[in-house]
C-alpha cells in the first residue's frame, strides 16, 4: 500500500505532504491518549493510505460513524475497497467541505476530529478556511488533533482553540509533532 502512497507522492508533492505513511508510533501518539469509545461522530481529514482509520476502526463500535475524507482520488478508491463498514463513510472531498458534510449524514458536529493534512503546504486561505470549520464542525466538549513536522501550526491552532497541548515522536519519518486541540 505504500507503493500507492509514494507514488501519488510523486505526482503532487505538496498536496501528500509526506514520502512516506505514518508510523505506528505517530499513530499511537495521535490516537491512544483521545476516549473514541462512545462518541458519535468522528471525523478524519488525509487519511492515505488509512494508518490512522485503520486504527480508529479497531477502537470504535458499530455505533460510532466515521466520515473519512480524502482529497486524492486513487488513494480514496484504494481505501474504499479496503474497508467496507456500515459505519464507516469514505468520500473523495476536501476537508474544507467538512460542514456540509456531516450534515449530508445527519449530523450537526464531531465528537473528535483526527487530522494528517499538510498545512504548512496550503495557501493561507485555505488552511484558515480548513480550520475554521473544523474549530463550527467540532463540540464543545470534543477534540481536534492534528500531526505536523514544526512547531509553526502552533500560532493559528492557538488562535481558534484555547487549549492546545503538544506531544512529540522521533519514531516517524520524519519526526512530528502532534497537537491535540480543545474548546475548554
Ligand atoms: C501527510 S499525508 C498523511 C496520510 C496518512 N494519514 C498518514 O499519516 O500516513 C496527507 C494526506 O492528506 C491528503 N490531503 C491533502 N489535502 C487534502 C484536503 N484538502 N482534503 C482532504 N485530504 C487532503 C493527501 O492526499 C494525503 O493523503
Redesign the pocket.
Known amino acids: 500500500m505504500s507503493k500507492a502512497?509514494i507514488k501519488?507522492f510523486w505526482k503532487d508533492k505538496k498536496?501528500?505532504?509526506?514520502i512516506?505513511?505514518?508510523s505506528k508510533f505517530?499513530a499511537a501518539k495521535m490516537l491512544n491518549h483521545i476516549p473514541l469509545e462512545n462518541t458519535k461522530l468522528i471525523i478524519e481529514?488525509?487519511?492515505?493510505?488509512?494508518?490512522?482509520t485503520e486504527k480508529i476502526i479497531e477502537k470504535i463500535d458499530a455505533t460510532t460513524h466515521l466520515i473519512v475524507?480524502?482529497?486524492?482520488p486513487e488513494?480514496c478508491k484504494d481505501l474504499k475497497a479496503k474497508i467496507i463498514l456500515p459505519n464507516v463513510h469514505i468520500k473523495e472531498?476536501?476537508?474544507?467541505k467538512i460542514g456540509e458534510i456531516i450534515k449530508e449524514f445527519g449530523f450537526e458536529k464531531a465528537d473528535i476530529i483526527i487530522s494528517?493534512?499538510?498545512l504548512a503546504n496550503?495557501s493561507v486561505e485555505?488552511r484558515n478556511s480548513?480550520l475554521e470549520v473544523v474549530n463550527e464542525s467540532l463540540n464543545e466538549n470534543g477534540s481536534f488533533i492534528q500531526?505536523q513536522y514544526s512547531l509553526n501550526a502552533y500560532k493559528n491552532l492557538k488562535k481558534l482553540f484555547p487549549v492546545v497541548k503538544l506531544n512529540f515522536t522521533a519514531l516517524n519519518f520524519p519526526p512530528a509533532f502532534v497537537y491535540t486541540c480543545s474548546k475548554r
Open positions: 502512497f501519488e498536496m501528500i505532504g509526506s512516506l505513511p505514518s505517530l481529514l488525509g487519511p492515505g493510505t488509512g494508518i490512522f475524507l480524502e482529497l486524492n488513494l472531498a476536501s476537508a474544507d494528517s493534512l499538510p496550503f485555505l480548513i500531526f
